[in-house]
């Protein structure tokens, strides 16, 4: 079993979709800080979450980076 291959490469500043809605309304999160634990901040009211990396990818729809090209 592979422990250190992970499903997303999150980067900081990456934004998240998530499959369950935020009370406010919104699916999409900016990540603040990745590793064990991951940092995000809701997109639309801003709020700050702290889940495990697990968790973080179970709630993963879809991680969208802005890359220029
Ligand atoms: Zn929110």
Known sequence: MPG????YKYEVGDVVKMKKKHPCG???WTLT????E???TCN???RLAVMD???LEKSTVEV???ESN
């Not at 800080?33 to 064990?36: D, E, Y």
């Open 64 to 66: 969208k980076r802005e």
């Open 38 to 40: 991951c940092k995000m």
């Open 53 to 55: 990396r697990p968790t």
């Open 26 to 28: 919104s699916f999409e």
């Open 4 to 7: 250190k291959f992970f499903l």
């Open 44 to 46: 639309k009211c801003g």
């Open 33 to 36: 800080r990745v590793g064990a």
